[in-house]
């Protein structure tokens, strides 16, 4: 039995198809397709029923997916203690993480941990959906908000504070809100993919804003682009609009109570140890970012007087 075949029966088990395995491994169909075959051979049984339609385990398959998914950890972590006695990093790591931070920052702060630990085979899969570590195969993932899940293990990243903010032009127009009730009454840039997004904490607790209009979007550069485009009011993390508070192309909204915070966390599955790949890549993140984090480190300049109502 190869090592490869279980990994291809894995990954289509995962991804649900054959074409997905081929796009997560690299390979092509035919290959994966040939591989499935030949661990069917070693087995003596059918894992996958195939369909026009669809591909779904057999109860073989499923039966034998869970000790594929122990064989395939316990060889990567025996090729890694291996490793970690030579004072070396190798093999396969496989992340996931939001798109946008994914661009703006965990990119930058990849290259230079691949380029010290050149025996990494790093995968990457940006998405903002809240993927399982456990269930979609990855060794681990970075997360922007609150865990709530208990078969997670959550390492905190660094502190992330959301801030509202808006261009100067929109404020000219439409007056800068100075409470948390005034918001109602603005146009809101809103994050699709959080329930009751616009959440403050005052002197009388928990309260949640509805603007009269908005803009809905589930892309936080695309929030940052629309709230440059005088659109309204975004609150966005400050890892999006470090940058843009200190050139004062947007500005922040003063208002006297606190957005709910999100910070970042990288999350792996409770019934695994780290890896020393996982653990050297949190204690590198971490000092890439800094405590505060550096996007964190600029402070805002003072609201320039509005000419509306507020």
Not at 71 to 77: D, F, H, N, Q, T
Not at 166 to 187: C, F, N
Not at 211 to 237: C, D, E, H
């Amino acid at each position: 039995m190869k090592l490869e075949g279980l990994e291809a029966f894995v990954s289509t088990a995962e991804t649900g198809s054959i074409s997905g395995a081929a796009r997560r491994l690299g390979l092509a169909k035919s290959v994966v397709s040939e591989r499935l075959a030949e661990l069917e051979r070693n087995v003596g049984a059918c894992l996958i029923q195939r369909t026009t339609r669809k591909l779904t385990l057999t109860e073989d398959g499923d039966r034998f997916l869970l000790r594929a998914h122990r064989i395939l950890s316990e060889a990567r972590e025996a090729t890694s203690e291996i490793a970690e006695r030579s004072g070396t990093l190798v093999g396969a790591l496989r992340l996931s993480a939001p798109v946008s931070f994914g661009i703006l920052h965990l990119g930058p702060a990849l290259y230079a941990f691949l380029a010290a630990h050149p025996g990494i085979d790093l995968t990457l899969e940006l998405d903002d959906r809240f993927v399982d570590p456990a269930a979609d195969g990855y060794d681990a993932v970075i997360r922007h908000g609150p865990i709530s899940d208990s078969r997670l293990v959550a390492r905190r990243l660094a502190t992330s504070r959301r801030v509202l903010v808006a261009s100067p032009a929109y404020l000219d127009r439409h007056g800068s809100p100075r409470s948390v009730a005034d918001l109602a009454a603005h146009q809101g840039i809103i994050y699709s993919n959080r329930e009751s997004d616009w959440r403050f904490e005052g002197p009388e607790g928990w309260t949640v804003v509805r603007p009269a209009k908005s803009l809905r979007v589930n892309n936080g550069l695309v929030m940052r682009g629309a709230a440059l485009a005088g659109l309204g009011i975004a609150l966005l993390p400050t890892f999006f609009v470090g940058e843009q508070i200190a050139a004062r192309s947007l500005l922040p909204v003063e208002i006297p109570a606190e957005a709910e915070g999100a910070e970042l966390f990288v999350c792996y599955p409770l019934t695994r140890s780290a890896p020393a790949k996982v653990a050297a890549l949190i204690d590198w993140l971490r000092r890439s970012f800094g405590d505060p984090p550096y996007w964190s480190a600029v402070d805002p300049p003072p609201l320039a007087p509005s000419t509306g109502n507020g």
